[in-house]
């Protein structure tokens, strides 16, 4: 079965300092890979996605994300952490033509502290 | 541009009672998504429209769960009746065509006690 799996619940760093929230996937063929943000009482909005291409993609805010395909990440990136930064985490794909459902992983908590 | 519109914000009801949500995609996009999202998860696909047809409903609880899009439009969910684990955010999302990014409304908080 195609699933995204996000293994940290929460993910703690400091102001100021690089953060990484990992996300892996299980699919045949080639995905389509996203990133969300959730603030409180608020939709989910996008960040970035990749779909071909350069392996390093970059969206809103100063997030990157990395994909890598031996090992099946897309691991979302920043290299400096904002206090605003502090928001749940989706990572979400989907996996090709005629099938464009997206499957999103359970989310991660970034909490960044001053 | 306006983004995905959806009311009411909060509804609380009571188990077996009915209720329904409200939808209003941004102008122009084809596409419209009905996710539920329970607490500590990630939301999971309920019904896709591409204008006013059906594109998958295969996770909709179709003896409880109803959705239309009018005139390929405006959306709306219904549960009838409500059970304890319907208790959810609802999110209504919409995408100029299927393989696009989504947008996603503020969400509808359902409490069914």
């Known amino acids: 079965a195609q699933s995204v799996a996000q293994p940290e619940d929460q993910v703690n760093v400091a102001e100021g300092n690089p953060l990484t929230v990992k996300c892996t996937y299980s699919v045949s063929g080639n995905p389509y890979l996203f990133w969300y943000v959730q603030y409180p009482n608020r939709g989910l909005q996008f960040l970035l996605k990749y779909i071909t291409g350069d392996n390093l993609v970059k969206g809103s805010y100063g997030f990157e994300a990395e994909f890598n395909k031996s090992q099946t990440s897309f691991h979302l990136k920043k290299p400096s952490a904002l206090v605003s930064d502090s928001a749940l985490y989706f990572c979400a794909a989907h996996f090709g033509a005629g099938s464009y459902q997206l499957t999103f992983g359970k989310g991660t908590k970034l909490s960044v502290i001053p | 541009e306006a983004g995905v519109a959806q009311s009411p914000r909060y509804k609380i009801i009571e188990k077996r009672q009915s209720v329904a949500f409200w939808c209003n995609p941004i102008s122009g996009h084809a596409t419209l998504y009905w996710y539920q999202q329970i607490l500590g998860q990630g939301p999971k696909l309920l019904i896709q429209f591409q204008n006013n047809g059906v594109v998958d409903d295969s996770q909709l609880p179709k003896d409880r769960f109803s959705a239309e899009r009018l005139k390929g439009v405006d959306s709306t969910l219904k549960i009838q009746p409500a059970k304890l684990e319907d208790s959810a955010v609802y999110l209504c999302?919409?995408?100029?065509?299927?393989?696009?990014?989504?947008?996603f409304g503020a969400g509808t908080r359902l409490s069914v006690l």
């Open positions: 999302a919409s995408s100029p065509s299927r393989a696009d990014i989504q947008y």
